[in-house]
């Protein structure tokens, strides 16, 4: 197998779970926090960090640190590939990705710490149930 191909094969491999995709989109409209992804999409930041993980491993995000705040977005548009192009204009039409788009706003409004803060009170509450 070549690497070319080698490569294609994990770019799909990396959209092919809804949540990585509705990542993907979701980061499509700009830079987020990861708090910020993870409740816009009511998962887990746990889960949001592993899909962002094979996000990267495809080259589809990149991520930046500013304090303790971890931040993520699509790749600079000169760097984006055929494959994810089609992928984002085909996700930007699911109903789903409307539905996350407009919780957007309304994170936003919060502020980063205010949303990292009730994340990582629900983790730690998570954490001593289990």
């Known amino acids: 197998m070549t690497q070319n191909l080698r490569l294609m094969v ?13 990542v993907l989109a979701l980061l499509g409209s700009g830079e987020l926090c990861v ?5 816009v999409l009511q998962v887990p930041q746990s889960s949001v960090s ?8 495809a080259g ?17 548009q000169s760097e984006i590939s ?3 192009q089609g992928i984002l204009a085909e996700a930007m039409a699911l109903k789903e990705v409307h539905q996350d788009r ?5 994170v936003k409004i919060l502020g980063i710490p205010a949303v990292c803060c009730k ?7 998570e954490a001593a149930h289990v």
């Open 50 to 57: 592993e899909a962002l993980r094979e996000l990267r491993r």
């Open 60 to 76: 589809f995000v990149n991520e930046r640190k500013e304090g303790r705040w971890v931040f993520v977005s699509v790749v600079p």
């Open 82 to 84: 055929p494959v994810l």
């Open 10 to 22: 994990e770019r799909l491999k990396a959209v092919s779970h809804p949540l990585r995709l509705r």
């Open 102 to 106: 407009d919780r957007v706003a309304k």
């Open 35 to 39: 708090c910020q992804v993870a409740e």
């Open 119 to 125: 994340a990582q009170k629900a983790a730690k509450a």
